[in-house]
T-cell receptor, first 116, second 113 residues
Framework: GNSVTQMEGPVTLSEEAFLTINCTYT??????LFWYVQYPGEGLQLLLK???ADDKGSNKGFEATYRKETTSFHLEKGSVQVSDSAVYFC???????????????WGLGTSLAVNP | KAGVTQTPRYLIKTRGQQVTLSCSPI?????VSWYQQTPGQGLQFLFE???????NKGNFPGRFSGRQFSNSRSEMNVSTLELGDSALYLC????????????FGPGTRLTVL
């Protein structure tokens, strides 16, 4: 069945370091791919998404490219800030490309701590 | 637009009790999904309601149930609470469904003693 694997955390970086959080998935068809972020004490919010192969999603300096050949959607940021400290979730869609049974499959999340 | 609201934010119950959580989606959104978040299991999908009908269901026991009203507001009920039900329960609304961009509420923190 469809599944997603994220790199385990916690990830601890110094401010201005380069960030990569790996995400790979197994899926049939052509899922849409999402990254969500959860700041401390808050619910999740969409960070970026990509809906077809080779699409690049970007937001707040974060980027991720939909790589169908490697079934990956790695999250990157060139220079992290303390305010990026949060938990990051990778989520591909699951189910047929259309219809009511589609839903997101969630990774376990990767905790990121950025030190000043 | 106002965001997704959930009430109550915190709840403490004892084993065997039941609990009802409420979620008000973003205006115009007809889909409401519920998730359970725990440190060990991550985010797990409970169910999705769309236009008052349950459209999707996760792998949770029948003690977990929900409903959606005509104004799209949704409630989730857990009966016969167990210690393992302690978690953050998140509600998310979307325009098209559980595979569309989800807009999350802040969650209800349930503690079962």
């Amino acid at each position: 069945g469809n599944s997603v694997t994220q790199m385990e955390g916690p990830v601890t970086l110094s401010e201005e370091a380069f960030l990569t959080i790996n995400c790979t998935y197994t899926a049939t068809g052509y899922p849409s791919l999402f990254w969500y972020v959860q700041y401390p004490g808050e619910g999740l919010q969409l960070l970026l998404k990509a809906t077809k192969a080779d699409d690049k999603g970007s937001n707040k300096g974060f980027e991720a490219t939909y790589r169908k050949e490697t079934t990956s959607f790695h999250l990157e940021k060139g220079s992290v800030q303390v305010s990026d400290s949060a938990v990051y979730f990778c989520a591909p869609t699951r189910g047929p490309n259309a219809g009511n049974n589609r839903k997101l499959i969630w990774g376990l999340g990767t905790s990121l701590a950025v030190n000043p | 637009k106002a965001g997704v609201t959930q009430t109550p934010r915190y709840l403490i119950k004892t084993r065997g009790q039941q609990v009802t959580l409420s979620c008000s989606p973003i205006s115009g959104h007809r889909s409401v999904s519920w998730y359970q978040q725990t440190p060990g299991q991550g985010l797990q999908f409970l169910f999705e309601y769309f236009s008052e009908t349950q459209r999707n269901k996760g792998n949770f026991p029948g003690r977990f149930s929900g409903r959606q009203f005509s104004n799209s507001r949704s409630e989730m009920n857990v009966s016969t609470l167990e210690l393992g039900d302690s978690a953050l329960y998140l509600c998310a609304s979307s325009f098209q469904g559980a595979a569309d961009t989800q807009y999350f509420g802040p969650g209800t923190r349930l503690t079962v003693l």
